[in-house]
Protein backbone atom coordinates (compact mmCIF):
# COMPACT_ATOMS: atom_id res chain seq x y z
CA UNK A 1 0.00 0.00 0.00
CA UNK A 2 1.85 3.59 -1.17
CA UNK A 3 0.95 7.09 -0.96
CA UNK A 4 -1.00 6.16 -4.82
CA UNK A 5 -3.49 4.03 -3.30
CA UNK A 6 -6.83 5.79 -4.80
CA UNK A 7 -9.59 3.76 -2.86
CA UNK A 8 -10.55 3.24 0.38
CA UNK A 9 -9.37 0.34 1.29
CA UNK A 10 -10.32 -1.66 4.65
CA UNK A 11 -7.31 -5.00 5.58
CA UNK A 12 -8.14 -5.35 8.67
CA UNK A 13 -10.34 -3.97 11.73
CA UNK A 14 -10.53 -0.31 12.98
CA UNK A 15 -7.69 0.12 14.27
CA UNK A 16 -5.86 -3.26 13.13
CA UNK A 17 -3.01 -4.95 15.32
CA UNK A 18 -0.17 -2.65 14.13
CA UNK A 19 -2.28 0.23 15.26
CA UNK A 20 -3.22 -1.17 18.81
CA UNK A 21 0.21 -1.91 19.34
CA UNK A 22 1.61 1.94 19.00
CA UNK A 23 -1.44 2.76 20.79
CA UNK A 24 -0.46 0.37 23.72
CA UNK A 25 3.33 2.02 23.25
CA UNK A 26 1.59 5.34 23.60
CA UNK A 27 0.02 4.60 26.69
CA UNK A 28 3.12 4.38 28.50
CA UNK A 29 4.76 6.90 26.89
CA UNK A 30 2.61 9.67 26.21
CA UNK A 31 0.81 12.16 28.45
CA UNK A 32 -3.02 11.21 28.98
CA UNK A 33 -4.33 14.77 28.31
CA UNK A 34 -3.80 13.78 24.79
CA UNK A 35 -6.51 12.63 22.76
CA UNK A 36 -6.94 10.94 19.54
CA UNK A 37 -10.32 10.68 17.46
CA UNK A 38 -9.27 7.40 16.08
CA UNK A 39 -6.58 5.89 16.60
CA UNK A 40 -5.27 4.65 13.71
CA UNK A 41 -1.37 5.44 12.95
CA UNK A 42 -0.75 7.13 9.61
CA UNK A 43 2.10 6.17 7.42
CA UNK A 44 1.56 7.71 4.60
CA UNK A 45 -1.38 10.30 2.85
CA UNK A 46 -2.36 11.93 -0.59
CA UNK A 47 -5.22 13.47 -2.03
CA UNK A 48 -7.81 12.69 0.40
CA UNK A 49 -6.82 9.23 1.48
CA UNK A 50 -4.83 8.36 4.79
CA UNK A 51 -2.86 5.24 4.75
CA UNK A 52 -2.47 3.79 8.11
CA UNK A 53 0.10 1.34 9.59
CA UNK A 54 -2.11 -2.14 8.85
CA UNK A 55 -2.18 -1.21 4.76
CA UNK A 56 -6.39 0.30 5.77
CA UNK A 57 -6.65 3.31 3.63
CA UNK A 58 -9.55 5.86 5.04
CA UNK A 59 -11.15 8.92 3.53
CA UNK A 60 -9.82 11.59 5.64
CA UNK A 61 -13.27 14.20 5.43
CA UNK A 62 -11.55 16.09 8.57
CA UNK A 63 -8.09 17.41 6.80
CA UNK A 64 -6.42 17.46 10.02
CA UNK A 65 -9.27 19.40 11.32
CA UNK A 66 -9.27 21.81 8.49
CA UNK A 67 -5.67 22.20 7.49
CA UNK A 68 -4.96 20.23 4.60
CA UNK A 69 -7.21 22.45 2.72
CA UNK A 70 -4.80 21.91 -0.50
CA UNK A 71 -4.64 17.93 0.10
CA UNK A 72 -2.14 16.11 1.40
CA UNK A 73 1.37 16.09 0.13
CA UNK A 74 0.53 17.84 -2.79
CA UNK A 75 3.66 19.00 -5.01
CA UNK A 76 3.77 22.52 -4.62
CA UNK A 77 4.24 22.16 -1.01
CA UNK A 78 6.12 19.27 -0.95
CA UNK A 79 9.00 20.64 -3.64
CA UNK A 80 9.19 24.04 -1.84
CA UNK A 81 9.04 22.39 1.63
CA UNK A 82 12.49 20.51 0.35
CA UNK A 83 13.80 22.73 -1.39
CA UNK A 84 13.87 24.83 1.83
CA UNK A 85 15.05 22.07 3.94
CA UNK A 86 17.81 21.84 2.31
CA UNK A 87 19.03 25.30 2.17
CA UNK A 88 18.54 26.16 5.40
CA UNK A 89 16.05 25.03 8.26
CA UNK A 90 16.18 28.14 10.79
CA UNK A 91 18.35 31.32 11.33
CA UNK A 92 15.41 33.05 12.87
CA UNK A 93 13.72 35.97 11.70
CA UNK A 94 14.66 38.34 14.92
CA UNK A 95 18.54 37.28 14.53
CA UNK A 96 18.97 37.39 10.35
CA UNK A 97 15.63 37.66 8.23
CA UNK A 98 14.71 35.74 4.82
CA UNK A 99 12.35 36.49 2.00
CA UNK A 100 9.55 34.04 2.60
CA UNK A 101 8.36 35.41 5.84
CA UNK A 102 7.77 38.66 3.89
CA UNK A 103 6.60 37.01 0.74
CA UNK A 104 3.82 35.34 3.65
CA UNK A 105 2.90 38.73 4.86
CA UNK A 106 2.49 40.09 1.22
CA UNK A 107 0.18 37.36 0.26
CA UNK A 108 -1.71 37.94 3.06
CA UNK A 109 -2.27 41.68 2.64
CA UNK A 110 -3.40 40.57 -0.95
CA UNK A 111 -5.89 37.43 0.26
CA UNK A 112 -7.56 38.61 3.43
CA UNK A 113 -10.69 40.72 3.25
CA UNK A 114 -10.23 44.96 2.74
CA UNK A 115 -8.25 46.88 -0.38
CA UNK A 116 -6.00 49.20 2.90
CA UNK A 117 -2.69 49.25 4.22
CA UNK A 118 -1.81 45.74 5.84
CA UNK A 119 1.05 44.01 8.36
CA UNK A 120 1.41 41.14 9.16
CA UNK A 121 2.89 39.33 11.82
CA UNK A 122 4.01 35.50 11.79
CA UNK A 123 3.52 32.93 14.49
CA UNK A 124 3.23 29.05 15.26
CA UNK A 125 0.01 28.48 16.14
CA UNK A 126 -3.83 29.77 16.41
CA UNK A 127 -4.09 30.30 19.36
CA UNK A 128 -0.61 31.94 19.41
CA UNK A 129 -1.88 34.38 16.65
CA UNK A 130 -5.12 35.13 18.47
CA UNK A 131 -3.52 36.08 21.60
CA UNK A 132 -1.03 38.12 19.68
CA UNK A 133 -3.82 39.93 18.04
CA UNK A 134 -5.55 40.71 21.66
CA UNK A 135 -2.41 42.24 22.22
CA UNK A 136 -1.89 44.60 19.27
CA UNK A 137 -4.94 45.71 19.64
CA UNK A 138 -4.58 46.64 23.35
CA UNK A 139 -1.70 48.57 22.97
CA UNK A 140 -3.46 50.14 19.92
CA UNK A 141 -6.69 51.43 21.15
CA UNK A 142 -4.50 51.69 25.42
CA UNK A 143 -7.80 49.68 26.22
CA UNK A 144 -7.99 46.03 28.32
CA UNK A 145 -11.17 44.73 27.44
CA UNK A 146 -12.29 41.86 25.19
CA UNK A 147 -15.54 40.92 24.13
CA UNK A 148 -16.18 36.85 23.22
CA UNK A 149 -19.38 34.65 22.34
CA UNK A 150 -21.08 32.22 23.89
CA UNK A 151 -19.95 28.81 22.25
CA UNK A 152 -16.69 30.51 20.84
CA UNK A 153 -13.00 28.71 20.85
CA UNK A 154 -9.91 30.19 20.35
CA UNK A 155 -7.02 28.17 21.70
CA UNK A 156 -5.90 26.28 24.83
CA UNK A 157 -3.17 29.10 26.09
CA UNK A 158 -3.96 31.01 28.96
CA UNK A 159 -5.68 34.08 27.69
CA UNK A 160 -7.29 31.99 24.77
CA UNK A 161 -8.58 29.43 27.34
CA UNK A 162 -10.21 32.60 28.85
CA UNK A 163 -11.50 33.17 25.28
CA UNK A 164 -13.26 29.36 24.54
CA UNK A 165 -16.23 29.39 26.04
CA UNK A 166 -16.73 25.46 26.46
CA UNK A 167 -15.37 24.76 29.93
CA UNK A 168 -15.02 20.18 29.78
CA UNK A 169 -12.10 19.37 28.61
CA UNK A 170 -10.21 23.38 27.46
CA UNK A 171 -10.51 24.98 30.55
CA UNK A 172 -11.65 22.92 33.17
CA UNK A 173 -9.02 22.94 36.50
CA UNK A 174 -6.56 25.37 34.32
CA UNK A 175 -7.80 28.42 36.03
CA UNK A 176 -7.22 30.96 36.91
CA UNK A 177 -7.98 33.00 33.47
CA UNK A 178 -6.92 35.70 32.30
CA UNK A 179 -8.73 38.71 33.22
CA UNK A 180 -10.97 41.66 31.35
CA UNK A 181 -12.74 39.07 29.63
CA UNK A 182 -16.54 38.81 28.88
CA UNK A 183 -18.87 37.11 27.16
CA UNK A 184 -22.03 37.59 24.94
CA UNK A 185 -24.61 35.61 23.28
CA UNK A 186 -23.80 35.52 19.51
CA UNK A 187 -26.28 34.08 16.89
CA UNK A 188 -27.16 30.54 16.77
CA UNK A 189 -29.99 30.35 14.29
CA UNK A 190 -31.21 26.86 15.23
CA UNK A 191 -31.36 27.71 19.12
CA UNK A 192 -31.79 31.08 19.41
CA UNK A 193 -35.07 32.80 19.52
CA UNK A 194 -37.09 32.07 16.18
CA UNK A 195 -37.27 34.93 13.75
CA UNK A 196 -34.62 36.76 15.46
CA UNK A 197 -32.57 38.46 13.31
CA UNK A 198 -28.86 39.09 12.14
CA UNK A 199 -29.20 42.67 13.40
CA UNK A 200 -31.29 41.80 16.18
CA UNK A 201 -29.12 39.42 17.67
CA UNK A 202 -25.78 41.74 16.91
CA UNK A 203 -27.90 44.70 18.81
CA UNK A 204 -29.05 42.55 22.27
CA UNK A 205 -24.86 41.68 22.02
CA UNK A 206 -23.79 45.42 21.64
CA UNK A 207 -26.74 46.35 24.57
CA UNK A 208 -25.07 43.98 26.85
CA UNK A 209 -21.29 45.29 26.22
CA UNK A 210 -22.23 49.24 26.36
CA UNK A 211 -24.82 48.34 29.94
CA UNK A 212 -22.22 45.83 31.28
CA UNK A 213 -18.79 46.64 29.99
CA UNK A 214 -18.94 50.19 28.20
CA UNK A 215 -18.25 50.63 24.80
CA UNK A 216 -15.04 52.97 26.07
CA UNK A 217 -13.20 50.31 27.49
CA UNK A 218 -13.27 47.17 25.00
CA UNK A 219 -10.29 47.08 22.99
CA UNK A 220 -11.04 44.33 21.07
CA UNK A 221 -14.39 42.41 19.45
CA UNK A 222 -13.01 38.51 19.21
CA UNK A 223 -14.75 36.20 16.90
CA UNK A 224 -15.37 33.13 14.53
CA UNK A 225 -17.19 33.92 11.50
CA UNK A 226 -18.55 30.82 11.47
CA UNK A 227 -17.88 29.09 14.79
CA UNK A 228 -16.11 26.38 14.34
CA UNK A 229 -15.04 23.63 17.78
CA UNK A 230 -18.84 25.04 19.30
CA UNK A 231 -20.50 23.74 16.48
CA UNK A 232 -20.46 24.92 13.25
CA UNK A 233 -22.90 27.64 13.54
CA UNK A 234 -22.74 30.20 10.85
CA UNK A 235 -24.19 32.96 12.71
CA UNK A 236 -28.04 34.91 11.33
CA UNK A 237 -27.43 37.09 8.07
CA UNK A 238 -26.54 40.92 9.16
CA UNK A 239 -24.81 39.63 12.56
CA UNK A 240 -20.77 40.28 11.33
CA UNK A 241 -21.51 43.17 9.62
CA UNK A 242 -23.81 44.91 12.52
CA UNK A 243 -21.69 44.12 14.95
CA UNK A 244 -18.34 45.08 12.61
CA UNK A 245 -19.42 48.56 11.89
CA UNK A 246 -20.91 48.65 15.80
CA UNK A 247 -17.13 47.76 16.40
CA UNK A 248 -15.93 50.50 13.86
CA UNK A 249 -18.44 53.84 15.26
CA UNK A 250 -16.84 52.77 18.76
CA UNK A 251 -13.44 52.17 18.18
CA UNK A 252 -13.20 48.94 19.67
CA UNK A 253 -10.50 46.47 17.10
CA UNK A 254 -12.64 43.66 15.38
CA UNK A 255 -10.48 40.83 15.43
CA UNK A 256 -11.67 37.88 13.00
CA UNK A 257 -10.30 34.35 14.39
CA UNK A 258 -10.31 32.84 10.84
CA UNK A 259 -8.31 30.08 11.83
CA UNK A 260 -10.77 27.39 10.94
CA UNK A 261 -12.73 29.06 8.27
CA UNK A 262 -10.08 30.49 6.44
CA UNK A 263 -7.88 29.39 2.95
CA UNK A 264 -10.92 28.77 0.61
CA UNK A 265 -12.31 26.60 3.39
CA UNK A 266 -15.95 28.50 3.24
CA UNK A 267 -16.40 28.48 -0.28
CA UNK A 268 -14.54 32.42 -0.43
CA UNK A 269 -10.74 33.48 0.79
CA UNK A 270 -12.02 33.75 4.36
CA UNK A 271 -15.93 33.29 5.97
CA UNK A 272 -15.84 37.53 6.36
CA UNK A 273 -15.98 37.86 2.97
CA UNK A 274 -19.25 35.91 2.28
CA UNK A 275 -20.89 39.27 3.91
CA UNK A 276 -18.42 41.79 2.84
CA UNK A 277 -16.97 42.37 6.13
CA UNK A 278 -13.76 43.80 6.67
CA UNK A 279 -12.26 42.88 10.14
CA UNK A 280 -9.37 45.12 11.41
CA UNK A 281 -7.74 42.01 12.29
CA UNK A 282 -7.39 38.72 11.13
CA UNK A 283 -6.05 36.24 12.74
CA UNK A 284 -5.13 32.76 10.72
CA UNK A 285 -3.51 29.63 10.72
CA UNK A 286 -4.35 25.72 9.67
CA UNK A 287 -4.75 25.90 6.57
CA UNK A 288 -2.31 28.80 5.60
CA UNK A 289 0.39 26.09 5.46
CA UNK A 290 -0.73 22.45 4.72
CA UNK A 291 -0.04 20.96 8.26
CA UNK A 292 3.37 22.99 8.63
CA UNK A 293 3.05 25.42 11.88
CA UNK A 294 2.51 28.53 10.87
CA UNK A 295 -0.32 31.33 11.76
CA UNK A 296 -0.70 34.80 11.27
CA UNK A 297 -1.79 38.37 12.23
CA UNK A 298 -2.93 40.51 9.81
CA UNK A 299 -4.48 43.92 9.52
CA UNK A 300 -4.34 47.33 9.33
CA UNK A 301 -1.09 48.97 9.22
CA UNK A 302 -1.84 51.85 11.90
CA UNK A 303 -2.64 48.53 14.33
CA UNK A 304 -0.01 46.37 13.41
CA UNK A 305 2.33 49.32 13.52
CA UNK A 306 1.22 50.66 17.34
CA UNK A 307 3.58 47.53 18.85
CA UNK A 308 7.12 49.14 19.74
CA UNK A 309 9.76 47.53 17.69
CA UNK A 310 10.31 43.72 19.50
CA UNK A 311 6.91 43.61 21.15
CA UNK A 312 5.99 40.63 18.91
CA UNK A 313 8.11 37.40 18.01
CA UNK A 314 9.17 34.37 18.98
CA UNK A 315 11.99 32.27 18.51
CA UNK A 316 10.22 29.74 15.47
CA UNK A 317 7.82 32.64 14.73
CA UNK A 318 7.71 32.61 10.63
CA UNK A 319 9.75 29.54 10.19
CA UNK A 320 11.42 29.40 6.74
CA UNK A 321 9.84 25.72 6.27
CA UNK A 322 6.39 26.84 7.25
CA UNK A 323 6.91 30.19 5.20
CA UNK A 324 7.64 27.76 2.28
CA UNK A 325 4.54 25.33 2.63
CA UNK A 326 2.57 28.98 3.39
CA UNK A 327 3.38 29.82 -0.39
CA UNK A 328 2.96 26.45 -1.93
CA UNK A 329 -0.51 26.07 -0.28
CA UNK A 330 -1.67 29.35 -1.23
CA UNK A 331 0.31 28.89 -4.94
CA UNK A 332 -2.13 25.82 -5.35
CA UNK A 333 -5.25 27.16 -3.35
CA UNK A 334 -4.88 30.01 -6.77
CA UNK A 335 -3.84 27.82 -9.29
CA UNK A 336 -6.74 25.32 -8.76
CA UNK A 337 -9.34 27.68 -7.60
CA UNK A 338 -10.01 26.16 -4.44
CA UNK A 339 -12.38 28.38 -3.21
CA UNK A 340 -15.00 27.14 -6.18
CA UNK A 341 -14.13 23.68 -5.09
CA UNK A 342 -15.01 24.47 -1.45
CA UNK A 343 -18.16 25.43 -2.76
CA UNK A 344 -18.68 22.52 -5.24
CA UNK A 345 -18.20 20.35 -2.10
CA UNK A 346 -21.39 22.48 -0.52
CA UNK A 347 -23.25 21.94 -3.33
CA UNK A 348 -22.98 17.97 -3.06
CA UNK A 349 -23.19 17.93 0.70
CA UNK A 350 -25.85 19.52 1.57
CA UNK A 351 -28.65 18.39 -0.36
CA UNK A 352 -27.70 14.90 1.13
CA UNK A 353 -27.33 15.97 4.65
CA UNK A 354 -31.17 17.60 4.11
CA UNK A 355 -32.59 14.67 2.80
CA UNK A 356 -31.04 12.74 5.24
CA UNK A 357 -32.56 14.96 7.91
CA UNK A 358 -36.16 14.34 6.76
CA UNK A 359 -35.51 10.67 6.17
CA UNK A 360 -35.09 10.00 9.95
CA UNK A 361 -35.96 12.93 11.78
CA UNK A 362 -32.65 12.85 14.19
CA UNK A 363 -30.80 15.60 12.63
CA UNK A 364 -32.42 19.20 13.93
CA UNK A 365 -30.13 20.98 11.54
CA UNK A 366 -28.28 20.65 8.76
CA UNK A 367 -25.45 23.82 8.01
CA UNK A 368 -22.74 25.44 6.64
CA UNK A 369 -20.61 27.15 4.31
CA UNK A 370 -18.51 25.47 1.43
CA UNK A 371 -16.51 22.42 2.32
CA UNK A 372 -17.27 23.31 6.44
CA UNK A 373 -20.67 21.67 6.81
CA UNK A 374 -22.58 20.05 10.21
CA UNK A 375 -25.33 17.70 11.15
CA UNK A 376 -26.44 18.83 14.60
CA UNK A 377 -28.50 15.48 16.10
CA UNK A 378 -31.32 15.93 18.21
CA UNK A 379 -34.05 13.63 19.71
CA UNK A 380 -36.51 13.78 16.99
CA UNK A 381 -38.98 16.47 17.33
CA UNK A 382 -37.41 18.73 19.61
CA UNK A 383 -33.71 20.40 19.97
CA UNK A 384 -32.59 18.46 22.72
CA UNK A 385 -29.02 17.92 22.01
CA UNK A 386 -27.92 14.06 21.09
CA UNK A 387 -24.68 13.85 21.92
CA UNK A 388 -24.52 10.04 22.06
CA UNK A 389 -25.82 9.71 18.73
CA UNK A 390 -23.57 12.07 16.81
CA UNK A 391 -20.76 10.03 18.58
CA UNK A 392 -22.48 6.34 17.61
CA UNK A 393 -22.29 7.88 13.83
CA UNK A 394 -19.06 9.37 14.03
CA UNK A 395 -17.93 5.67 15.69
CA UNK A 396 -19.70 3.68 13.14
CA UNK A 397 -17.88 5.78 10.00
CA UNK A 398 -14.46 5.41 11.47
CA UNK A 399 -14.87 1.65 11.30
CA UNK A 400 -15.97 1.95 7.74
CA UNK A 401 -12.79 3.71 7.13
CA UNK A 402 -14.09 7.47 6.67
CA UNK A 403 -12.49 9.58 9.22
CA UNK A 404 -15.35 12.57 10.66
CA UNK A 405 -15.19 14.69 13.36
CA UNK A 406 -17.52 15.71 16.16
CA UNK A 407 -17.88 19.28 17.68
CA UNK A 408 -20.54 21.35 19.64
CA UNK A 409 -21.09 22.68 22.75
CA UNK A 410 -23.23 20.06 23.81
CA UNK A 411 -20.96 17.67 21.61
CA UNK A 412 -24.00 16.57 19.04
CA UNK A 413 -22.37 18.17 15.47
CA UNK A 414 -21.01 15.88 13.10
CA UNK A 415 -18.92 18.27 11.36
CA UNK A 416 -17.07 17.56 7.76
CA UNK A 417 -14.07 18.75 6.51
CA UNK A 418 -12.98 17.61 3.40
CA UNK A 419 -9.95 18.49 1.84
CA UNK A 420 -11.17 20.83 -0.79
CA UNK A 421 -9.27 18.81 -3.63
CA UNK A 422 -11.15 15.70 -2.42
CA UNK A 423 -11.92 13.84 -6.07
CA UNK A 424 -16.15 13.53 -6.38
CA UNK A 425 -15.79 10.13 -5.73
CA UNK A 426 -14.48 9.93 -2.47
CA UNK A 427 -16.37 12.53 -1.20
CA UNK A 428 -19.62 10.56 -2.51
CA UNK A 429 -18.22 7.86 -1.29
CA UNK A 430 -17.85 8.83 2.26
CA UNK A 431 -21.07 10.29 2.14
CA UNK A 432 -22.57 7.35 1.46
CA UNK A 433 -20.90 5.35 4.03
CA UNK A 434 -21.90 8.65 6.63
CA UNK A 435 -25.88 8.34 5.62
CA UNK A 436 -25.65 4.40 6.20
CA UNK A 437 -23.82 5.12 9.75
CA UNK A 438 -27.05 7.93 10.28
CA UNK A 439 -29.57 5.47 9.44
CA UNK A 440 -28.40 2.51 11.20
CA UNK A 441 -27.32 4.40 14.43
CA UNK A 442 -30.75 6.21 14.08
CA UNK A 443 -32.94 3.28 14.99
CA UNK A 444 -30.57 1.42 17.15
N1 LIG B 1 -9.28 29.48 16.74
C1 LIG B 1 -11.35 29.16 15.46
O1 LIG B 1 -10.60 26.40 15.45
C2 LIG B 1 -8.20 25.37 16.64
C3 LIG B 1 -8.57 22.77 18.18
C4 LIG B 1 -8.44 21.35 18.49
P1 LIG B 1 -4.29 26.08 17.38
N2 LIG B 1 -9.24 24.41 16.53
C5 LIG B 1 -8.90 23.03 16.76
C6 LIG B 1 -8.08 21.13 19.92
O2 LIG B 1 -8.86 20.42 20.59
O3 LIG B 1 -7.06 21.65 20.37
C7 LIG B 1 -8.58 26.82 16.66
C8 LIG B 1 -9.77 27.27 16.06
C9 LIG B 1 -10.09 28.63 16.11
C10 LIG B 1 -8.14 29.09 17.31
C11 LIG B 1 -7.75 27.76 17.29
C12 LIG B 1 -6.48 27.38 17.93
O4 LIG B 1 -5.55 26.98 16.97
O5 LIG B 1 -3.44 26.07 16.14
O6 LIG B 1 -4.82 24.73 17.78
O7 LIG B 1 -3.64 26.79 18.51
Not at 219 to 225: C, F, K, Q
Not at 258 to 267: A, D, I, K, L, M
Not at 343 to 371: C, K, N, Y
Request: hydrophobic fraction near 45%.
Amino acid sequence: MTATTTNRRLRTEIPGPASRALQQRRASAVAAGLSSVLPVYITSASGGLLTDADGNTLIDLGSGIAVTNVGHSVPAVVDRVREQAGAFTHTCFMVTPYAGYVEVCEALAELTPGDHEKRSALFNSGAEAVENAVKIARVATGRQAVVVFDHAYHGRTNLTMALTAKSVPYKHGFGPFAPEVYRVAGSYPFRDVPGLTGEQAAADAVGKIEKQIGADTVAAVVIEPIQGEGGFIEPAPGFLPALARWCADNGVVFVADEVQTGFCRTGDWFASDHEGVVPDLVATAKGIAAGLPLAAVTGRAELLDAVPTGGLGGTYSGNPIACAAALGAIETMRTENLAAAARRIGDTVLPRLRALATETGVIGDVRGRGAMLAAEFVEPGTTNPDAALAQRVAAACHAAGVIVLTCGTYGNVVRLLPPLSLPAELLDEGLTVLAEAIRQEATR
